[in-house]
């Protein structure tokens, strides 16, 4: 029995478990996307703002 199998009928049996993991797997996504939208805005940002007037011209 492969430990995906094993997993599975570990959350069927108990299924305040299964509830329990994906409120912490939904936590760690929401918060990842926030991460990564955060950082992803603060390269835009520096990008945007950066001194670098070589392109400026044209």
Avoid: C, N, Q
Avoid at 38 to 57: A, K, N, Y
């Amino acid at each position: 029995m492969g430990w995906v199998s094993l997993l599975v009928r570990f959350l069927l049996v108990f299924p305040k478990l299964a509830e329990m993991l994906t409120l912490v797997l939904d936590s760690y996504d929401k918060e990842y996307r926030r991460r990564k939208h955060l950082e992803l805005e603060r390269d835009i940002d520096e990008w945007v703002h950066s001194d670098d007037t070589s392109e400026s011209d044209t």
